[in-house]
């Protein structure tokens, strides 16, 4: 009876791995921006009004129903007038996955026993559903308002992703004078009855930094918590709501924005319904000066945890975006997780045996997972080990430029581990059985080809055919297919391919937007008072200096029209005055907030570079950050404005959020697996070179660029 149910639970514990982590589908929980709610619209008419800031529906951070904010509605209704406010949901890269939804809900807190909107939900095309009514008839507190979706017969819905918002408006022709109420957490919820949370909230560590806490609980095991609240003292008696926290993080960063402050904290968990537990024992911590040196580790460390504590459980590598799909891997950002791990071993944030354990698990996963020709996809799913075409059908098979990142990472990791004994050789013998295992040459195409192409799939073939051309992030991938021992290309392709001067090339280059310059590789222009030897455009986003060089040492990269660490200086000292000038005159533009490149953004991911057309008024803290090497002062006033200044919108438990736009006062909630690690990365080689001594170490590495000199030699 024993081994039966053993047999069972297993069966169990596997089949909810392999589930997609389920989302509560959300259209406000908090604005990440005082003021106003980027995500939203107010527009009025005839007499009736609606208080507005930009057009936008204004934050209050003094009422809420979960700290630390909730929308306000201050409206006064004409007779002849109407008022509409529209709340939009903001859809996230990944989350894309929902819990079963059963009804509407959100709460409301109304100053005075006025006349309250009607709302309506939006559908994907555009068009409203019918009114309803909000039943409420207290004021000065908050009440729950639900309505069952089932209720709602309309054609056009039959999921939460079919709503795209809320929208509030006047409710009769009535008069009436100023009244406001608060909005906040507009969700669809599965069940009517919350469950109880029965876990007790118990706070593990506090941390204090400069200007903000750190706090950790214990990993949440009850399904029906639903959210943290972190409660913040000055006195140790009097506590308030400073935070929430989703139930699949057990960290929370408060920035108090005070040095030298003594806090004390107490959580709580709350089901769907709000309903709060007790709260936890009191702790407290003092914010505390630091140096440049503690700063620059903080922010290493910070951006660390999301490869650390934030990884794909199955596979110990990373997610493409937290939050997003937690059981999807994606490639490069493990190559450069990889390389993080590192720096954090190195200094100390996790022991020798920690990093030794997740680097068996690392290997083991990529030795079973799926290849094609030795090549992995963008993204693998963790349970199973098979490509994810998240990307799209034809994205289904190899992606030779993600793999190469992970290369990269593998080849410092393989020096890394050094030690004699079992665990160390056996990252290490594995490491180098994915290495020669990669056919890069089978990505020549055809076996004269000029070029690597990027993609292969089993059943499309070269559909996408995409030819890898430069300039751009993918040099490292011509460097290790160089450097291959098992299934090298030839050192000419370096320049046949990457550095292609014919008409494929000067096309492929031209087509990048609204310039011919460095359309033949070769640039040769000045900037900003700065010549440019090789780049398109003036250089391009500045991820372009990160991806290659964050274990291959630019230093000893020398063709025959540059060396790429000071190109890559050159391109970085571009783009920063590109942004003190700010021809555009975006708001928070200059000498400490520079840096354009890949990002989210409040409108789109976009690669973002120093030309105006490409500059949509958002900077991304990796841009400068990850510039450490090439531009360590101008760097520096960028981290310090980041933290100290934007710290209370920007910094979060995984370091700096993925990027920020002041013009339209927006700041990304997620991080990103591609932007948190180049931070670290770079920061360290700045520091002591460590990442690039360990990978410059492989002796393939060494061997591959003597075969490059001599090709340059020849030519
Ligand atoms: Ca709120």
Known sequence: MRAKLLVFSLFISFASIAQEYEYTYTFFTNSAMSGDYFFSKTKS????????????????????????????????????????????????????????????????????????????????????TKKFYINITEYNQWKQVTIPLASIKNPGISEPGDIIAIVFSQMSKNECRENSIYI????????????????????????????????????????????????RSENGSEYHPVGIQQNFINRFTDYTAETGKKYYYMISFLNSGYKLTNLSLPDSVSTKPMTDDELLTMVQEASFRYYWEGCELNSGMAKENIPGRHNMMAT????????????????????????????VTIVNFLEKAETFHGVYSHFIDGPTGKAEPFFGKRDN????????????????????????????????????????????????????????????????????NHRLIGWNETMVTYLLAIASPAHPVPASMYYSGWANQDSTGIKYRSNWGQTTDG?????????????????????GPLFFTHYSYMAFDPHFITDKYTNYFTNNQNIAKINYRYCVQNPKNFK?????????????????????????????????????????PYTPEESMKALKNYYYNYGKFLWGEYGFKDAFDLTNNWCSEIYMGLNQAPMVVMIENYRTGLIWKLFMQNPEIQNGLKKLNGESKNK
């Open 45 to 128: 008419s005839g007499g009736s009004a609606i208080k507005s800031v930009n057009g936008k529906i204004p934050v209050s951070v003094t009422k809420f129903h979960t700290p630390g904010n909730a929308l306000e509605l201050t409206y006064k209704n004409a007779a002849e007038g109407k008022w509409q406010a529209t709340i939009f949901r903001q859809e996230k890269r990944g989350m894309d996955h929902f819990k079963k939804a059963e009804f509407l809900s959100f709460w409301i807190y109304r100053l005075y026993p006025l006349e309250l909107p009607v709302f309506q939900l939006m559908r994907k095309d555009s068009s409203l």
């Open 397 to 464: 098979g190899a992606d030779l430029v993600e793999t190469s990142f992970l290369m990269q990472g593998l080849l410092a990791a393989r020096q890394y581990f050094s030690g004699d004994n079992a665990n160390e050789k056996l990252i290490r013998d594995k490491i180098t059985s994915i290495w020669e295992k990669a056919e890069w040459d089978w990505f020549r195409q055809y076996p004269d080809s000029k070029f690597l192409y990027w993609h292969w799939s089993p059943d499309q073939g070269w559909v996408i």
């Open 588 to 628: 928070g533009y200059g000498e400490n907030a520079w840096g354009l490149t890949a990002s989210d953004g409040p409108f789109d991911y976009s690669a973002d570079e120093p030309v105006p057309w490409q500059d949509c008024g958002k900077i991304a803290p990796t841009g400068a950050i990850s510039s450490f």
């Open 184 to 231: 906040d957490d507009i969700e669809l919820l599965p069940a009517k009855k919350a469950a109880k949370v029965t876990e007790v909230p118990v706070i593990q560590s506090l941390k204090g930094y400069a200007k903000h806490v750190d706090i950790t609980w214990n990993k949440i095991t009850d399904k029906n918590v639903h959210l943290i609240e972190i409660n």
């Open 332 to 359: 490069g950002a493990s190559g450069f997780g990889i390389m993080a791990l590192i720096v954090g071993t190195e200094r100390g944030f996790i022991t020798r045996e920690e990093s030794v354990a997740r680097f």
């Open 519 to 539: 359309s033949r590789y070769t640039n040769g222009n000045t900037y900003f008072g700065i010549k440019l030897d090789v780049g398109v455009s003036n250089g």
